[in-house]
């Protein structure tokens, strides 16, 4: 294509332009379209107008919303710069339009962020770009020399694929006396030329004429191609075929078959012999593909099959030609009928890869156009979407729907959809197509994770190993991804915050709570966590969930016995018995606690040694010593029991306590008694003073070493003050050396043992509650309830055994013995220490016990729970704390009472009750 061409072109194309300005300077809506003309042929990269600037958009809004043209072939493009359509691929008029008037290319621009699309309609010119072309270079005709003037010769005519003035215009003859040229028209506007002969044909002056046909359009500049005219001379044949129509037309439907007769022309010569046989035949058939003609008969048949989408009209020109060489034409036109035999075809445009779970109803998601190439109702068509799905379609233009969201969107419920898009054409029968798409529903964090249980509740046995697993909490997320990755931690707890590290901790990851340490049922029976489970999500949701913890109870406590217990002096106390007192008498009690719970907290009492066996019996629950008999003039006034306390743990622990019986009707009667008069020597007592003397050397050996050790290890130091402590005059040991015996899980009290002579051995309990300076050591063993030293006193004679502290110990007004012997303080006091707490604790639990088995007989007024009578008025109700919560009683409902009564059903001797100190102390 020239320049001039071009220019012009874009002259043509102003004016049509200026029509459009109003258009172009407002925004276009969606349902608006964008009008373009440009001429044929241009070079890639023309600009065709400035699409962005027509649409309303801005030069900065390019980059987000994506301009962009959607089409089947990609004639046009948008720059991402300036928003202007150029043209991206050549583009020829005849090809896509043939011989159409108007040729345009429409397509959708289709812009994101939001999604929209605009019509755009690009109008092609025609320019001169084809030269008219004969299908031959040259003619032939032979001429009767009879021919008369004015008769007319149909020639054959050029083709041009340009339209309008660019088309085939005009014929034009070579000069010549004998012939003239006339520019003929067919109905459907297309030329053809015919050849007029002027004057008589006279073969004997010249046979023949040779002419040049010149066939030329109007464009600029014009084009033109030529062909040759031969023309013969031939004898005289008056009389030309004639058909009988001049014009022949003929519908076909699209979907007839091959071999069908289409119609049969007729043609009739006046002439005789050869000169009136007629042959018929296509004047251009190399042109013709889908029909057959009998040359004979003027029968025309399809050839192949027909399809209305590719032509939809055909005009053929028949030649009829007689044996002289004389012809006639004719034109046929054969209309091509549409037949419903396209289906129809979606296609899908700006599919997304994702859809977000929180995509709004009503948001765009994806274009779709509908291809029928049927015309007529047979390429109308309607589309629905099949099944439940949340989404709709809605009619934008002709054939072009936008699929939209019509419900909401949950990942969790639904990952993806499978839509599909059914279109039915209106066509008789009609004909439908379906089209499916996956769409890929994007996750949003919008669930909160949620654990398996609504609490959780853990027994865990005390002593555990430090960092076990004592639980697992798990949380699930249905969401994907960080969104439903869940972390653990401990948000809150009835713990001390700064002691909750030091009990347990939980897995990030995995959810396992570990404890930290090992837990004392004694110390703690239960807390409570609040854990959170926490998704990875922005922002992220978390859910909590409580977790108990329930620390059991093991038999890792021996009993521990609080009466009978030694004197403020160290020395062992006793109780008299009426010498008158007669069987069942409640002589005293053996009060004991176990800090455990359960059955390893249910006590029995049972007796392992008695001077005089037979004359006592004990309570195998309460701990009452009664007697079983009255006493008889062979046995001893003085009395001693050893009765061990065992629990109902697996495996049971127990304690030993030694009570001290003296049968006197006076306390001045008692205290001669008991210091002057010898019990007969016991082998085993004997025996197991010397245990504990061989204990006691072995124990005195291993300090040494240990002092030993230490004193070397403190003399490779250069540091004298490691010296200190070993220094004459330094260090001084004041009263029996203990060493601590609290370990975790055990209660904290430790007794030594301290032996003194005064004519008989005895073993008093005494309770380590001092602390110890430095440089002193102390060593408290238990074994079977009594203690065996292992304490070094001090080689100095001038440093004696300091005495116990009395300040935990019971007041002679307080201090548990027979009914009526004391005359304590009416209004009571409360005991001062935790030991003393203990000691009440234990009888009030003698008494749950005594309740439990029907047996109590202990005597009290109202309030006093039975126990004033007994041990004193200071013992009241609101004085004593309730310890029946560490008790189990197998097989009892019983409760305490607080029903007044006489122990023994009658008053006991004046003086009984009293408790003395021994003025001696026994020897084994």
């Not at 007192?581 to 176990?594: E, M």
């Not at 009765?643 to 127990?654: I, T």
């Amino acid at each position: 294509m020239g320049s001039g061409a071009g220019d012009r072109g874009w002259a043509e194309r102003r004016p049509v332009l200026f029509l459009f300005l109003l258009s172009l300077f407002c925004p276009a809506a969606p349902s608006e379209q964008i009008r373009y003309r440009i001429p044929e042929e241009l070079p890639e990269g023309s600009v065709v107008g400035n699409l962005a600037k027509d649409l309303g958009l801005s030069v900065r809004e390019l980059p987000t919303r994506k301009l962009r043209i959607s089409s089947e072939k990609p004639y046009f493009s948008v720059s991402s710069e300036r928003g202007e359509l150029l043209v991206s691929s050549r583009v020829d008029r005849e090809r896509l339009c043939g011989k159409k008037p108007a040729c345009a290319l429409e397509f959708e621009a289709v812009a994101e962020n939001p999604l929209n699309f605009y019509h755009v309609n690009v109008e092609i010119e025609d320019i001169n770009d084809h030269t008219p072309k004969f299908m031959q270079n040259s003619f032939e005709l032979q001429i009767s020399e009879s021919t008369k003037p004015e008769a007319r010769f149909i020639l054959g005519s050029a083709h041009d694929a340009d339209i309008g003035t660019n088309s085939l215009q005009n014929y034009q003859l070579s000069p010549n006396d004998h012939f003239i040229l006339v520019n003929k028209e067919k109905l459907d506007g297309s030329k053809y030329p015919e050849l007029v002969l002027k004057m008589p044909l006279d073969r004997e002056e010249q046979k023949s004429y040779h002419l040049t046909l010149t066939a030329s359009d109007c464009g600029d500049p014009p084009l033109s191609s030529t062909a040759q005219i031969q023309i013969l001379v031939s004898d005289a044949n008056d009389n030309p075929p004639v058909f009988s129509q001049e014009l022949y037309r003929v519908s076909l439907l699209e979907n007839v078959s091959p071999g069908t007769t289409v119609l049969q022309v007729m043609a009739t010569d006046q002439d005789e012999g050869v000169n009136a046989e007629i042959t018929f035949s296509f004047t251009e058939s190399g042109q013709i593909t889908q029909f057959d003609l009998n040359s004979d008969t003027g029968e025309i048949t399809i050839r192949n099959t027909l399809d209305f989408e590719k032509i939809k009209e055909y005009s053929i020109v028949l030649e009829a030609r007689d044996g002289g060489g004389m012809i006639a034409q004719c034109t046929v036109e054969i209309e091509v009928l549409d037949v419903n035999d396209n289906v129809p075809e979606v296609i899908f445009q700006s599919l997304p890869g994702l859809i977000m779970e929180d995509t709004r109803i009503g948001t765009y998601i994806a274009l779709l156009k509908i291809r029928d190439e049927d015309s007529g109702h047979n390429g109308e068509v309607i589309c629905k979407l099949e099944g439940d799905v949340p989404f709709k379609l809605l009619t934008s233009s002709r054939n072009t729907y936008k699929l939209v969201t019509a419900g909401i969107l949950d990942r969790e419920q639904t990952p993806e959809y499978n839509v599909t898009v059914t279109a039915t054409d209106k066509g008789k029968p009609p004909l439908s197509s379906s089209s499916s798409i996956t769409l890929h529903i994007g996750d949003v964090n919008d669930n909160v994770p949620g654990f398996e249980e609504a609490s959780y509740v853990v027994h865990v046995a005390e002593n555990n190993p430090p960092g076990a697993s004592i639980a697992q909490v798990s949380a699930s997320d249905p969401d994907l991804g960080p969104n439903g990755r869940v972390s653990y931690s401990i948000v809150a707890s009835d713990l001390e915050p700064r002691a909750l590290s030091s009990y347990v901790s939980v897995s990030a990851q995995s959810g396992v709570v570990f404890a930290q340490r090992a837990f004392d049922h004694e110390q703690l029976r239960a807390f409570e966590l609040t854990l959170q489970a926490r998704d990875q999500g922005s922002p992220a949701l978390s859910a909590n969930v409580s977790l108990r913890v329930l620390v059991g109870d093991r038999n890792d406590n021996a009993p521990r016995v609080l009466y009978p217990a030694l004197g403020p002096d160290g020395s062992a106390l006793f109780d008299t018995v009426p010498r008158a007192a007669q069987p069942g008498y409640l002589v005293t009690k053996v009060v004991a606690v176990d800090a455990d719970s359960g059955h390893n907290a249910w006590l029995s009492y049972h007796v392992l040694q008695a001077s005089e066996p037979g004359l006592f019996s004990l309570g195998l629950r309460t701990g009452e010593v009664r007697t079983a008999r009255a006493l008889g003039e062979r046995d001893a006034a003085r009395q001693r029991l050893l009765v061990a306390v065992r629990d109902g743990g697996q495996p049971p622990l127990s304690a030993t306590a030694t009570l001290h019986l003296v049968f006197a009707d006076s306390l001045q009667e008692a205290l001669p008694d008991f210091s002057d008069r010898a019990e007969p020597s016991d082998p085993q007592a004997e025996l197991q003073f010397y245990l504990v003397v061989a204990l006691a050397l072995i124990s005195v050996l291993f300090l040494l070493a240990v002092i030993l050790a230490v004193a070397l290890r403190l003399r490779r130091s250069s540091s004298p003050a490691a010296w200190g402590c070993l220094q004459p005059g330094l260090c001084v040991k004041s009263g029996p050396v203990v060493l601590p015996s609290y370990n975790e899980g055990t209660l904290p009290y430790s007794y030594n043992l301290h032996v003194a002579h005064a004519g008989k051995t005895e073993f008093n309990f005494l309770k380590c509650n001092e602390q110890l300076s430095s440089g002193q050591d102390m060593l408290c063993a238990e074994s079977s309830g009594a203690l065996f030293p292992f304490c070094n006193s001090s080689e100095s004679t001038s440093h004696q055994q300091a005495p116990p502290n009395t300040d935990w110990r019971f007041s002679q007004a307080q201090r548990p013995g027979t009914s009526g012997s004391q005359n304590g303080d009416e209004t009571g006091t409360w005991p001062n220490n935790q030991f003393d707490t203990e000691m009440l604790q234990a009888m009030i639990l003698a008494s749950a016990s005594e309740a439990a088995d029907g047996s109590s007989t202990l005597g009290g007024g109202a309030g006093t729970m039975g126990l004033s009578a007994r041990y004193g008025p200071q013992f009241t109700l609101q004085h004593v704390p309730d310890y029946r919560q560490n008790v189990y009683i197998p097989g009892s409902n019983a409760t305490l009472t607080n029903a007044a009564g006489k122990r023994d059903g009658k008053a006991p001797a004046s003086g009984n009750g009293n408790k003395k100190k021994s003025g001696k102390k026994e020897k084994k």
